[in-house]
DNA sequence: TAACTGTATTATATTAAATAGTACAGTTGT
DNA sequence: ACAACTGTACTATTTAATATAATACAGTTA
C-alpha cells in the first residue's frame, strides 16, 4: 500500500506525503477512512514512528487528512477544494513543459501526438465512461 | 547570467548544472564558447570554486561541455545529441503529466487548450518562422 | 484497566552539501 | 623566463536536513 523507496535520496516523510495525496486524489482512500496509526505504519514500513507524524502533520496543515488524538488519523472529505487544486497544479505543469517544448521547436502536432498517447495508454486500462 | 537562488533547498551545484543546460539548449551558450573559469564564477556568485567544479565535471561528464586543463572550459559541439535527449526527456515527462491529467479526469480538449496557451505564449514573444 | 490513539519534546546519529585550504601541472601573454 | 591564468585533485571541516531514539502526556476504546 504505502511502498515506498528507503534509499531513495528523496527524504522519506516527503515520499509518504506525495504518495499519501496520490491515493487520496486517486481514491484509493476514501473520505473519512482511517489511516494507520502512526506507530503501526512506522513498524509496518520499519521506520521511525517521528518520521511518520512528520508526514501526517504536514497532511493535515494541507488538509488532506484529519487527526483526533485518542481516535486516530482520516481522510479529509474536501475531494473538490484538493482536486481543484490538483488540477490547477497539473495544469501549470503541463502548460510549462509545453512552452519549454515549443521554445526549443517542437510543433504542435508532435505535442497533441503525446497527448494521445497518454489518453489512449489510460483509456486502455479502463472501463469507458461514455463521456 | 548564471542567477540561481542560493537559499533554495535544492543544492547549488544542481541549479548550475540544470541552468546551464538550459543555455546550451537555448543557444545562449554557443559550441566552443568558454564558459567562465571555476575561480572567476565563484567569485562572481560568491561561492566556493569547488562547487563550480562539481557541477563542471558532471557537465562534462553528460557531454554537454569539455574542458582543458590549463585553458578552459567550453560548450560542447554535440547538439544534435543532446537536443534529441532533451527532447526525448520533454516528451517523457509531457506524456506522464497527460497520463496523470487523464487519470484524474481531465478531457483531452482541455489539455489541448492548454497545450495551444503555451503556444501563444511562446509564439506571442518570438518572430514567425514560416514552417 | 490495558491497549490503543495523536501529540510533544529533547537528544543524538547520519548524511549530503558546501566551504576552506592547499597543491600540481598545463597554457597564455609579456 | 615569468606571472597569471586555467583545470584538477585531495583532505579536513562546517553546516543543515533527515532520521532515529527514548520518553512523556492526554484522550479513546473495549
Given amino acids: 500500500m504505502f511502498d515506498l523507496d528507503l534509499r531513495s535520496r528523496k527524504p522519506i516523510y516527503e515520499q ?74 497539473l495544469e501549470e505543469n503541463i502548460l510549462k513543459l509545453c512552452q519549454e517544448a515549443f521554445y526549443i521547436g517542437l510543433k504542435k502536432e508532435q505535442i497533441f501526438s503525446i497527448v494521445e498517447r497518454a489518453e489512449r495508454a489510460i483509456r486502455g486500462g479502463e472501463e469507458i465512461d461514455s463521456n
Fill in 16 to 89: 509518504l506525503i506525495e504518495k499519501t495525496k496520490e491515493m487520496i486524489i486517486h481514491d484509493v482512500l476514501k473520505p473519512d477512512e482511517q489511516l494507520p496509526s502512526v506507530r503501526l505504519l512506522a513498524k509496518q514500513l520499519t521506520i521511525n514512528p517521528n518520521t511518520i507524524q512528520k508526514a501526517y502533520r504536514e497532511l493535515e496543515r494541507e488538509g488532506y487528512i484529519y487527526s483526533i488524538p485518542g481516535k486516530g488519523s482520516f481522510v479529509a472529505n474536501k475531494k473538490e477544494a484538493i482536486y481543484d487544486e490538483k488540477v490547477k497544479q
